[in-house]
């Protein structure tokens, strides 16, 4: 079965193109090269409240239809929200550090998405610890659409509270507010990851349907497992 | 006696094979310290030098109430039946009570180390001279593992994911108190040694009455 | 694949040593649970190569009697023995490796694979690891060692302890409810386990619901009545 691959060949193409727009781009005016980090961390938050957007879709969608495609999308979506937002804080973390001098510090934004973080960290804790994949969709789908009220809240923080943090540039009240060249090569990067996310969630859901498979078989299987190995003990044997 | 040692080892094994499957205290408990750690800022104020000075005392202080988590992890629990498996092949007591408790120890180990620089980064402590530290955590693990695994046995059977933690975490104050004292002693230049030898004391105090009180609790558990 | 007509198992194991000719022996036995008697005055005794079957109403005591033929409980009052040692005594821990106990629960680690369970019951007792597999072809369960006990439905799980008690090659053998969501096939097992016993010259305690199933299986019923012994009869025919 030949897997399609021009999902994961347009990512990573992107990709390469982001790494290269990235690097022609000229250092920034008040941050130096340091600014780079901007392409990747970003693009890394914007996916995360992609991915726990989606999610809410896929819950939802659950909810309403009981079809299981839908609980796949939401915990396949989710584990990659999971990871992209970890490297937002991650990454956020060395900029702070060059920028503020501070590993750490008790912004708004930086709280609310640390909180965020551990709510979808949650999330996939209670997937894995339910075995019957119904009652697993059915609760965490009632999970992912009660975590989705954070991704608004995250991203106006910045304005509702003042902070430390970098106001929203793009989306916010008034418009852009950036260089032409660093506008494009933003959006470069934005394209580049939610390529990836996309290929990393139909990877992610080809396996969940995969185990889902492969579970059904094994538990028909099972009486001729169990039936068709045995041989009639022998009495005459000494075991 | 190297029957015993091995009898612990395959104990010890099983357990932290289990752990690699159900990913309990990597992926649940583990995550769990590090929201508490955030948490307690957001409690008492976000005042940095504040946060510098209490930020070893609010480590240790997660490290014992949610590492005493990881020694009645579900997945660590015996259940009846498979007690009885045990006792009957003749496992000793008190090598299933070294196995336990060295797993659990292991894991806490883990525990802490992830959240070591965690601390670090929220509460902005300085890092300096916290090499010694490094000796600490290794006490604390194995003294909790082994508190933890002793209260376990305790309350075998009686609600002990609630039950266990009230038992253990006063019996833990001296711990904290060693461990928190180090890391202050260490930031002011003070010496370290008594409190050190406080923790070795009490690890070996823990063993003993591990290994001795293993075959009377598990008898008395019917 | 059919496994190939496997040799006889023999090897090491904790049932070297000779068994005694009365392998239970118990003396107006009682067992209380706090104030309350589950057994009463109770006398049996077991020889060596005998296979019992253990009948009576739910509550009767059945499970507790099984579990003070294994050593998991002490007697209150009289005097038991089993395998030569005393029931009220330290002697009883050292019996233990040659007695084996199939309870309703099955006592697998859910998260290990059936191959792994039975590997750490065998490094556990001191038995070579090549057994392993043996046993696991023998009781059917081959093609499936590689899964967790936890994916594995109540039935496999109970040829899973057959397996077990085959590992350990016990001097008494003690099963509770042995039948109980078995197929005909695994049922035969049951009964190839008691033999087994038997011919080693140790015994068998089979408790069951159905006395008709394990008739084939007993040399004589004896049948418990609120915690004590009612008349015993002779197997029915």
């Known amino acids: ?239 | ?222 | 694949m059919p496994p190939a007509t496997p040799a006889p198992f023999r090897g090491p194991g904790p049932y070297t040593r000779p068994v005694p000719a009365a392998v239970i022996d118990l003396r107006s036995v009682g067992v209380r649970l706090g104030d309350t008697p589950i057994l009463r005055d109770l006398d049996l005794r077991v020889e060596a190569g005998e296979a019992v079957g253990l009948i009576g109403a739910n509550g009767s005591g059945k499970t507790t009697l099984l579990r003070l033929l294994a050593t998991l409980l002490a007697p209150t009052d009289g005097e038991g023995a089993v395998l030569g040692a005393s029931l009220s005594s330290p002697e009883r821990f050292a019996v233990r490796p040659r007695i084996g106990l199939i309870g309703h629960t099955p006592g697998l680690y859910p998260q290990l694979t059936l191959e792994e369970n039975l590997a750490f019951v065998a490094r556990i007792a001191g038995i070579p690891g090549e057994a392993v597999g043996e046993v696991l072809d023998r009781v059917g369960l081959g093609l499936a060692r590689h899964r967790r006990a936890a994916a594995c439905s109540h039935g496999m799980q109970r040829r899973g302890e057959f397996a077990r008690v085959m590992l350990t090659r016990p001097d008494l053998l003690l099963l509770d409810e042995a039948h109980a969501g078995l197929d005909s096939q695994a049922a035969d097992l049951v009964a190839h386990l008691v033999e087994g016993v038997r011919r080693r010259g140790g015994a068998a305690v089979v408790v069951s619901h159905e006395p008709g199933r394990i008739a084939p299986l007993v040399g004589r019923f004896v049948e418990l009545q609120a915690g004590a012994v009612a008349d015993p009869g002779t197997a029915a025919s």
């Open chain 2, 1 to 222: 006696m190297t029957g015993l040692w091995r009898q612990a080892w395959e104990i010890a094994r099983k357990d932290l094979r289990t752990e690699f499957r159900t990913g309990e205290v990597l992926l649940i408990t583990v995550p769990f310290g590090a929201a508490a750690l955030m948490l307690i800022p957001l409690a008492i104020g976000v005042d940095a030098p504040l946060l510098e000075r209490v930020g070893p005392g609010m480590y240790w202080s997660v490290v014992l109430l949610f590492g005493v988590l990881v020694t009645v992890r579900q997945s660590a629990a015996d259940g009846p039946a498979q007690m009885d498996v045990l006792t009957l092949l003749g496992l000793d007591p008190a090598a299933r009570f070294a196995g336990r408790a060295g797993a659990s120890a292991l894991l806490l180990l883990v525990f802490e180390a992830v959240l070591a620089p965690l601390a670090l980064a929220l509460y902005g402590s300085d890092p300096r001279g916290w090499w010694w530290v490094l000796a600490v955590l290794p006490l604390v693990a194995v003294g909790l593992g082994l508190l933890g695994t002793l209260a376990a046995a305790i309350a075998a059977g009686v609600a002990s994911t609630t039950l266990v933690p009230l038992i253990v975490v006063p019996l833990s104050v001296p711990m904290l108190l060693a461990a928190s004292q180090v890391t202050e002693g260490i930031r002011v230049g003070a010496t370290i040694f008594g409190w050190l030898l406080l923790l070795v004391v009490m690890d070996l105090l823990l063993a003993v009455a591990g290994v001795l009180s293993a075959r009377p609790l598990q008898e008395a558990a019917r």
């Open chain 1, 1 to 239: 079965m030949r897997r399609k691959v021009w999902l994961d060949a347009a990512a990573g193409a992107l990709l390469v193109a982001t790494l290269a727009a990235a690097l022609a781009v000229p250092p920034e005016r008040t941050m130096g090269d340091l600014a780079r980090l901007m392409f990747v961390h970003v693009p890394a938050a914007w996916l995360a409240y992609l991915a726990f957007g989606v999610t809410l879709v896929g819950s939802a969608g659950y909810l309403a239809t009981r079809r299981m495609k839908w609980d796949r999308l939401a915990a396949g979506s989710a584990e990659v929200g999971v990871c992209f937002n970890g490297l937002t804080i991650a990454l956020g973390m060395i900029w702070g550090k060059s920028t503020w001098g501070v590993w750490w510090t008790w912004d708004a934004r930086l709280v609310l998405t640390a909180i965020m973080f551990f709510v979808y960290l949650g999330y996939l804790g209670l997937r894995r610890g339910i075995a019957d994949p119904v009652a697993r969709a059915r609760r965490s789908a009632w999970l992912g659409v009660l975590g989705a009220v954070q991704i608004p809240i995250v991203h106006f923080s910045v304005v509702w509270w003042r902070g430390l943090h970098q106001p929203p540039s793009v989306i916010r009240p008034g418009g852009v507010q950036m260089d032409d060249e660093f506008r494009i090569a933003l959006a470069v990067a934005v394209l580049a990851f939610t390529a990836v996310y996309a290929a990393l969630l139909r990877r992610h859901m080809e396996n969940a349907r995969a185990e889902e498979a492969l579970a059904a078989r094994l538990a028909s299987e099972e009486v001729e497992v169990a039936g068709a190995a045995i041989t009639a003990p022998r009495y005459g044997e000494v075991d």
